[in-house]
């Protein structure tokens, strides 16, 4: 089964348009629509209507604390993640949750940046750029695109892999971690559209985090995946 997770702070004016997109793609396959809500407007009970299976998280906790729990609640056997306003294009849905069914990899990043979005500012594309910089020059990981939302996870890697949900920018992590313990990643490009209703990001928590969750990756020693499954067998 295909889990698809999205964590949602009002957005009324996109929820109805991106599932009813996710629902189209996915006809004829078992699927899930899982939303962790923080909303104050009717994004939870227009989900709801449509089929998504709403967690209501309010007061709002943060969005790594949503995120970690859209991905600890969803059930397939594979987890993609989207972001709820449209920018994300829910066609590209099998595509990547084919590649981890086939066990070709573990994740599949969706990037956005194989050149700049006409939707994306220069001085979010010159971060992104910066912050794929600093994960390869750091980390070691080859990516172009450490922000990216949308993400195809399999089951093992969301049970194995553990992330510090408090605070900003844990798709950082989401990506990082599990490439440094040896969970195999693949990465493509995709088209990258225009928001639909008012953004919600603090640029300045959300970049202060990215490099929080890079350096104390670089810095901090971790076992490889071999070892914990040995550790596991043992």
Not at 116 to 131: G, K
Not at 194 to 200: A, F, N, Q, S
């Amino acid at each position: 089964m295909i889990s698809v997770a999205m964590i949602t702070m009002n957005e009324e004016a996109a929820v109805e348009r991106v599932i009813e997109d996710i629902r189209n793609v996915l006809a004829g396959r078992e699927y899930e629509i899982v939303i962790v809500d923080s909303s104050r407007d009717q994004t939870p009970e227009i989900a709801g209507r449509l089929g998504a299976r709403v967690i209501r998280q309010f007061p709002p906790q943060g969005y790594g604390r949503a995120m970690a729990r859209v991905l600890k609640e969803s059930l397939g056997d594979v987890v993609v993640t989207l972001d709820c306003d449209g920018t994300y294009p829910a066609a590209e849905i099998p595509r990547i949750a084919d590649m981890v069914l086939a066990d070709e990899c573990d994740l599949v990043n969706a990037s956005r940046l194989e050149h700049r979005p006409p939707s994306m500012p220069w001085p979010n594309y010159l971060a992104n750029w910066l912050f794929a910089v600093a994960g390869r020059l750091l980390v070691g990981v080859k990516s172009t695109d450490l922000h990216s939302g949308m993400r195809a996870y399999s089951r093992e890697l969301i049970e194995r892999v553990e992330v510090d949900p408090n605070g900003p920018a844990l798709p950082v992590e989401l990506l990082l971690k599990p490439a440094v313990v040896g969970f195999r990643i693949r990465e493509i490009f995709i088209p990258y559209g225009e928001r639909i209703g008012e953004t919600t990001l603090n640029r300045f928590d959300s970049t202060v985090w990215t490099f929080r969750r890079i350096l104390r990756l670089a810095f901090t020693r971790m076992p490889s995946l071999a070892s914990q499954k040995l550790e596991t067998r043992n």
